[in-house]
């Protein structure tokens, strides 16, 4: 289910032994399963970039590596629409060691009145877009000096993340 106008990445991932790969926009249940996919990549042993692969595992596990790491650096390069407001200051509060492991799924469930399954289905960048915008109309309800909060998080994500656009692992291709 795509609900956004934004265009949509291909990536182009160079795997060891393969070549290049075409990937399209994975689907946040698709993404976190190559999340589950990459952090196989711990048990393996010896399995490097520079390596040659041995087994099919072994070339999945990378490709997996470098397909997240180039939707990061999209997401990243994208920080203005796609990303969650920071102004990169630390919180004085307490963490708290009870982790909420749902809260973009719920912030999105709110916003949208989509159940989870159905943002399961939305591809990940548009999925990134209303969690983003979920998030700041929260604060623009809830937080004085809203504009200003959200102004200064612009500047800061802004100076942050161009900062590492020119390092993309791969070729990203916009369809």
Known sequence: MEITAIKKPVFEIDVPTIGKISCRTCSLREHKQVKALRSLRSVLENVTEGDVPQTLKAIEIIWARKYLAAIDSFIRSNADYLS?????????????????????????????????????????????????????HMIMANKPDAVKYLNGCYAYMHDLFTADQSSAADTITII
């Open 84 to 136: 969650i407001p920071t102004d990169g200051k630390e919180d004085s509060t307490e963490e708290c060691r009870l982790k909420i492991l749902t809260m973009p799924e719920k912030l999105a469930a709110d916003y949208t009145g989509l159940n989870f399954m159905e943002l399961s289905d939305l591809d990940i960048i548009d999925f990134n877009l209303i969690v983003a915008d979920a998030y700041k």
